[in-house]
């Protein structure tokens, strides 16, 4: 089945232009096509007629890659549960919608063009703690640390967060609790981890919340997470970096001297 | 790989700064500086105010005694003279209050802290608008539900604690029986509607609050977490019947008149039984004490 739909979206040339929303008309889209093959088909059109088309970042197709994302109707990642934009088919639109497209919406991640946002935002706070220091040398045994079961499966339950930044977008307060406690509970849960486990948590919550807003637990981030990340990583977030402050304080000062602030 | 043309080759990303820098300092000062330390103070102080609101309602309770106007008032003087004598007059209720007016001026300046800090991390709104996956409506209105609440709890003072002449003609120091009475005798009636409302912005208010005080302090186990939610719907339910009972209990008569005179504030509660105030036949007395 074909739908024809009507398009109504945030076009802004660069980071220091206004914006404005503008109207598409999208006829005879194929429901089996995803989100990101609708705009494709209504770019070339705009490509035909001489027009810019609309930038929008993507890369995998498939949900992995955490490229892609902007606000369709108001939702991150549109209406769909555990989906990113480039899994989200038309078949679950009808015929004769108007659909707004907008993009991230938060100080951290400003609008470099369209739809396209800069998260490298993100990236400082990965660069703050998101890793575990390993000496150089002969790799070990893969199964040398023995992890158990249960952990290895909530921490890879964190590791799925592709840092698509759609729990900012849907935040009300533009915080990035859900991305950051993902990625600290991710190492933060493994014994790989355990030597830097409280500058880890110390100095990525202080990074993060030199960009972003503050959690207020509204949820909102679990529910248009693609991954389905869940808020129990922000509580265990909460407790590492309140435990981290009354820990013996002075192993502290190398990490948070070693902050990234910007 | 950018569709279409390809902005991030002709165009320099917009640098995104911190907004402030961390700077070594005491470390309880840094704790309260971070978003998750203010949100534990928060989340603390909450839990200090939920017990000051639950007990606050329990001692309320005793309007549906049997011998509630007696009852009550020796509360009320039991309350200042707790701790006697190695705490003076009144120190227990000070301490209380002290602990009190200090949560309180801590959780507002956290809560306001926060609001500008998250209003800063978004200086552009959704211009299609947005809709809510998620976030109830008790979440979404807390600043609204808190700032109501906090006013009414001026109100509240002026009318039933220091009993404001202009708010309170008919207060009676030491008589919070023929008080919350008089507060909510019929001819009042606004009081009881204003009363009724805050309480029911209170209820609100716990419903989300004293679901994220877990998440806040990193409270979460999967032997307890299904439980967190129904506790804080059971709390700010008490509080809601125990708390709007009490005016509906005044305006449907179901409370009886005071009969205790109006100048024996400063009367031992011995003299209370006397029958100088008791209305003849009724005995306060004959619960045998």
Known sequence: MNLNLTLKVWRQKGPADGGHFETYAAPNINDDMSFLEMLDVVNEELI??????????????????????????????????????????????????????????AAAFPVIKDLVVDRSTFD???????????PTGAASDANLTLVPKATADLAFDAAACIGCGACVAGCPNGAAQLFTSAKV?????????????????????????????????????????????????????????????????????????????? | MVSGSSPRAGMAAPVTTARRRHVSRAWIIEFYGSAIGKK???????????????????GNLKLYYPNAERDLNEYSRWLRTVGEPALPYKGFLW??????????????????????????????KYQGGRSYAAADYAARTMRWSGVIVGLFLIFHLMDLTWGWRVVHPDFVRGQPYRNIWHSFSPERWPVSVVYIIANLLLGLHIYHGAWSLFQSLGWANPRFNSWRRGFAGAFAAAIVVGNVSFPIAVLSGLIDDP???????????????????TPAGTGSTSRGL
């Open chain 2, 95 to 124: 301490l209380v209050r002290g602990g009190l007016i200090i949560s309180f001026i801590l959780h507002i300046h956290a809560a306001t802290t926060l609001t500008l800090m998250n209003r800063r991390a978004r200086p552009v």
């Open chain 1, 124 to 134: 400082r706070i990965i660069g703050a703690g998101g890793f575990i220091s390993a």
């Open chain 2, 40 to 58: 534990a103070v928060m989340a603390i102080t909450g839990i200090v105010l939920l017990g000051f609101v639950l007990v606050h309602m329990i």
């Open chain 2, 259 to 277: 009969v205790q005179p109006k100048d024996t504030e400063a009367v031992a509660p011995a003299t209370f039984e006397a029958p100088v105030w």
């Open chain 1, 48 to 105: 035909a007629q001489g027009k810019e088309p609309i930038a929008f970042d993507h890369d995998c197709r498939e949900g992995i890659c955490g490229s892609c994302g902007f606000v369709i109707n108001g939702r991150p990642h549109g209406p769909m549960k555990a989906t990113t934009v480039c899994q989200l088919h038309m078949r679950n639109f009808h015929d004769g919608d108007a659909i707004t497209i907008e993009p991230w919406r």
């Open chain 1, 185 to 262: 509970a991710h190492l933060n849960l493994l014994p790989q981890g355990q030597p830097e486990r409280w500058s880890r948590v110390t100095s990525m919550v202080n990074t993060m919340e030199a960009y972003f807003g503050s959690c207020t637990n509204f949820r909102e981030c679990e529910a248009v997470c693609p991954k389905e990340i869940s808020i129990d990583f922000i509580a265990k977030m909460n407790r590492d970096f309140l435990q981290a402050k009354f820990r013996d304080r002075r192993k502290l000062v190398n990490a948070e001297a070693g902050e990234d602030a910007g």
